[in-house]
């Protein structure tokens, strides 16, 4: 009891905040306008930003989803922009990637429709790979496989290689069900790879990341920042930007900002402080900040000399 009562002013002032941001979000009309999906070509890969941590990929001839959240709600929180694709526009998904339990993040209406989908298109229904720990609530889906991964583990799914990657950030999805995993994902076709980080706060893990896995491109979290304990579990703009450049990665991408109101920072605040960031480093041509539903398109380097590179670097002292 005494413990409760300590905590109580806290808990009150969490439900406070809570509320204020839930009525916040109700404000306004969402905005947005949903595109069609921009095709990657031969010899290309394919980042298509849905929204909030939503992605699709289009790499090694695959089809993969990243946190697809296509609900217009998170029960009582609405969002603030549409999804930039619609599902029923999507070519069959291969497989869905999921980095954590969150309800941000883990949505299971969009998971069964992306299956049901998928299995009319095709006939099979896409593989998911998820934190260890979080299987139990996908495997009921429909999913034809489930994979469960920890940290630094690496598998070869559809012929793609999948690294979980650590983070800073925590996965329970109601609180005290803390034995979920959650993290991040390197998904390589063997010539170009993609990081996304998953929801995380700044940590020493970016630069691991660099060393082992030398990402091309980098999906990295810029929102829910303010006040400034929530950095204790997410990144600033700034932050992200450092690590970023950790990473060694060609380009960077931002995610989880401008849908969700989770932090309370102003909606058009995270971009505006990353690319003042960026022109401050003098980076700003290696930081893409896409709109819902835009693609960026990059060709895929030649394997002739994806070769070369890797025999200099088995040169080099």
């Known amino acids: 009891m005494t413990d409760l009562r300590r905590n109580r002013p806290m ?3 969490k439900l406070k905040q809570f ?5 916040e979000s109700h404000e306004n009309p969402m905005t947005g306008v949903p595109r069609d999906l921009d095709l990657a070509g031969e010899g290309e890969i394919g980042v298509t930003f849905i929204g909030h941590s939503s992605f699709l990929l289009q790499i090694g001839g695959r089809n993969v989803l990243v946190d697809p959240v296509f609900a217009k709600r998170l029960v009582v929180l609405r969002r603030q922009r549409v999804p930039g694709l619609k599902l029923e526009g999507m070519p069959a998904i291969d497989m869905i990637l999921i980095t954590h ?44 496989a489930v994979h469960a991964m920890e940290w ?32 991040g994902y390197c ?26 896995l030398k990402p091309d491109v980098a999906l990295l979290p810029i929102g829910a920042y303010f006040p400034d304990t929530y950095r204790s579990v997410h990144t600033s703009p700034e932050e992200a ?30 971009v505006q402080r990353l690319e003042a960031e960026a022109l401050r480093l003098g980076i700003s ?4 900040v896409l709109e819902e539903g835009e693609t960026m398109r990059i060709e895929g380097r030649s394997m002739f000399a994806e070769l070369a590179r890797v025999e200099l670097e088995g040169m080099r002292p």
């Open 241 to 270: 930007v450092r690590g970023f450049v950790e990473t060694g990665a060609e380009w960077m991408i931002p995610m989880h900002f401008g849908t969700f109101r989770l932090g309370r920072e102003p909606m058009d605040e995270p």
């Open 285 to 288: 041509e290696k930081i893409r």
């Open 187 to 212: 998904v390589s076709d063997g010539v170009q790879s993609i990081y996304h980080s998953g929801d995380t706060a700044y940590f020493d893990g970016f630069k691991e990341v660099g060393r082992q």
């Open 19 to 23: 509320v204020k941001l839930v009525r």
């Open 101 to 144: 339990a969150h309800m941000d993040h883990l949505n299971l209406p969009t998971l069964r429709r992306v299956v049901r989908r998928t299995k009319k298109l095709r006939g099979v229904a896409p593989v998911v790979v998820v934190p260890r720990g979080v299987e139990d609530l996908v495997d009921k889906i429909g999913f034809s």
């Open 152 to 183: 630094w583990e690496q598998k070869v799914v559809l012929g793609l290689q999948v690294t979980m990657t650590p983070c800073k950030h925590w996965g329970a999805r109601m609180f005290r069900d803390t034995h979920r995993g959650f993290g």
């Open 11 to 13: 808990v009150v002032t």
